[in-house]
């Protein structure tokens, strides 16, 4: 399985302020995928991020307040604009295993908006 | 669907005795399913992983059953042990569909 790192893993941020996310994998991927999970709730898909191309943002997120960096097939970074309190959540990269439809994921970045 | 909920459900277990956790999935056409385990703190993990043309498969201390007729997908945790503790999602997916999580279990072990 990958080996992915998210930068920062945890930060406490002002509303109005943005924080950039980083994810790096130890391997080159396909496909890298950014999730939020809100307290004790489960995982919603924000984006699809393929290098080279725009992301595919899910339904009820856009790319003005999630925008989404792909410059390589390693690195990803993912945008939280703008923050609300309702922004406050953990914010997890995702990678496609390379075999199979296996789905590895980072340690999240849990983001507190004050 | 997407998974809804604030309290996730909860299971105690005794250490040592076997855990089943259930799960029902929401789309007839999904064909890929797979068990996430996630420590406090931490991001999932893949545990073990089935596909639609299979009802059962094991790996080291956990089996995965899927019944298909009752959209039902469960994993078997035997002899449990503390690190076991944490909260597990099923999640599913359709082709090349995005994966879909369900709202989760939390399975505590008692000592």
């Known amino acids: 399985s990958a080996v992915i790192s998210q930068k920062p893993s945890r930060d406490i941020c002002q509303r109005g302020t943005s924080l950039t996310i980083q994810c790096q994998v130890d391997?080159?991927?396909?496909?890298m995928f950014w999730y939020r999970q809100q307290p004790g709730q489960s995982l919603t898909l924000i984006a699809t991020?393929?290098?080279?191309?725009?992301?595919?943002?899910e339904s009820g997120f856009v790319i003005d307040k999630f925008p989404i960096s792909r410059p390589n097939l390693t690195f990803s970074t993912l945008t939280v604009s703008n923050m609300s309190p309702e922004d406050s959540s953990i914010y997890l990269c995702?990678?496609?295993?390379?075999?199979?439809?296996?789905?590895?994921f980072g340690p999240g970045t849990r983001l507190t908006v004050t | 669907g997407e998974s809804v909920g604030l309290h996730l459900p909860t299971l105690s277990v005794q250490e040592g005795d076997n855990s089943i956790i259930n799960c029902a999935y929401s789309?007839?056409?999904?064909?890929?399913f797979i068990w996430y385990k996630q420590e406090s703190g931490k991001g999932p993990q893949f545990i073990i992983d089935i596909r639609s043309n299979m009802d059962k498969r094991q790996g080291q201390r956990v089996t995965v059953l899927l019944n298909k007729t009752v959209k039902h997908l469960s994993l078997q945790i035997a002899a449990t042990q503390p690190g076991d503790s944490a909260v597990y999602f099923c999640a599913e997916k359709r082709g090349n569909e995005k994966l879909t999580f369900g709202t989760g279990t939390r399975l505590t072990i008692i000592p």
């Open positions: 789309n007839s056409a999904s064909d890929y």
């Open positions: 995702s990678v496609d295993g390379g075999r199979l439809d296996e789905q590895y």
């Open positions: 991020a393929n290098q080279g191309s725009e992301a595919t943002y």
């Open positions: 391997s080159q991927v396909t496909m």
